[in-house]
């Protein structure tokens, strides 16, 4: 019998465009530094941006990274490390969430979701966590990367839950995640075989993960995926394996429901 709930839609990118090492690779050799972001969008959907974790942009830049890229794409937009690593999420960073929400609606309808990486010297704060959430707007997805393993607990996922925010399933070094979905999207980032930002994935694991994001998607959830894995540009190369193998993980049961 056919599941007729609706799909999600599934989006793979990687993590920032600006590496010096993709261009030749993934970049042709020669192209402008400012038509960079217009070739990385005529090959992906998405990206995350990584920048604005170290610096807020100006107006004009998010305006430009808008106007250079098609209607469908999506920026995820990775919090200011303000928030998570120096106020550690306290009230105080009430401003910075404020200036935050001012640049994310520059982007408009391609406003994705909004990643909260906390350093790996933040160990579990269930009551501290709870009044963030309960702060903040409700006007973008959101989700949580933990850098410190003491965050993977029942509570914190029943936390998360509550307010949809996803733990973003993530295999970095300092504490890999289990592959939980605690809301109605998931959110993925690789950093490379051993978390530690270099080499290629194998061709098992790409499959492992298409086979994975092929479930989500047919039990309805979007899910976004970022490849953070940038030297030696093998983000961009693994970004565009796991979509090809995701496609045919996609298919595969629409292909047996027909027979």
Not at 43 to 54: A, D, K, P, R
Request: charged letters at 25%.
């Amino acid at each position: 019998m056919l599941d007729r709930r609706k799909s999600g839609r599934v989006l793979i990118g990687t993590s920032g465009w600006h590496y010096a090492s993709w261009r030749g690779p993934f970049f042709p050799t020669g192209l402008m530094l400012k038509h960079q972001l217009q070739f990385y969008a005529s090959q992906f959907e998405t990206v995350e941006l990584n920048g604005v974790f170290y610096r807020m942009p100006t107006e004009q830049a998010v305006e430009g990274w808008r106007d250079q890229t098609s209607n469908n794409f999506v920026f995820a937009w990775k919090a200011s490390k303000y928030i998570t690593h120096w106020k550690r999420l306290s009230e105080q960073s009430a401003n910075s969430l404020a200036l935050m929400e001012q640049r994310i609606a520059l982007l408009g309808s391609k406003a994705g979701p909004v990643l909260f990486q906390l350093p790996p010297n933040f160990s579990a704060d269930a009551d501290r966590l709870k009044r963030f959430l309960r702060g903040l707007s409700r006007r973008h997805r959101c989700v949580f990367e933990f850098r410190h393993p003491s965050w993977y607990s029942a509570e914190t996922f029943k936390i998360l839950a509550r307010h949809n925010v996803a733990l973003c399933i993530s295999d970095h070094h300092d504490a890999p995640s289990p592959w939980e979905q605690t809301a109605d999207f998931v959110y993925l980032r690789g950093h490379g075989p051993g978390g530690r930002y270099r080499g290629h994935y194998s061709a098992a694991t790409l499959t492992t993960w298409a086979e994975r994001i092929a479930a989500w998607r047919a039990s309805g959830s979007d899910v976004f995926v970022y490849f953070d894995n940038d030297q030696k540009s093998a983000a961009p190369l693994d970004a565009a394996k796991l979509r090809a193998s995701s496609d045919e993980a996609s298919a595969a049961p629409r292909r047996t429901a027909r027979r």
